[in-house]
């Protein structure tokens, strides 16, 4: 089994920053993609940002290209993302995701581990 803990969310006047953070452990993949998702009350489940971590290639949404940057550290198993110029519309509970064949998709339903959530809350 794999295990995601994710870290870093709280409270954020608009246009400040915050970084998230997403560690794993268990499983061990020799090939796997990380993302990052957000959910707000009422809304579905979206796409925020994704990164392979043997390549390092990264992926995002239209809405946070620009402010929000995803990365990683193989040696720890950790995610990263680095959000910047915060925006109210950007609140929600952000979810980390592991797809263990190293493919990346913009959809929920291919990932195969979830994290808890964080809440990032953004006040205007």
């Known amino acids: 089994q794999v295990q995601l803990v994710e870290s870093g969310g709280g409270l954020v006047q608009a246009g400040g920053s915050l970084r998230l953070s997403c560690a794993a452990s268990?499983?061990?993949?020799?090939?796997?993609?990380m993302g990052w998702f957000r959910q707000a009350p009422g809304k579905e489940r979206e796409f925020v940002a994704a990164?392979?971590?043997?390549?390092?290639?990264?992926y995002y949404a239209d809405s946070v290209k620009g402010r929000f940057t995803i990365s990683r550290d193989n040696a720890k198993n950790t995610v990263y993302l680095q959000m910047n110029s915060l925006k109210p519309e950007d609140m929600a509970v952000y979810y980390c995701?592991?797809?263990?064949?190293?493919?990346?998709?913009?959809?929920?339903?291919?990932?195969?581990?979830w994290g808890q959530g964080t809440q990032v809350t953004v006040s205007s």
């Open positions: 990164i392979t971590m043997s390549s390092g290639n990264t």
């Open positions: 268990g499983r061990t993949f020799s090939r796997y993609a």
């Open positions: 995701a592991l797809e263990n064949s190293g493919a990346v998709y913009y959809t929920a339903g291919p990932y195969d581990y």
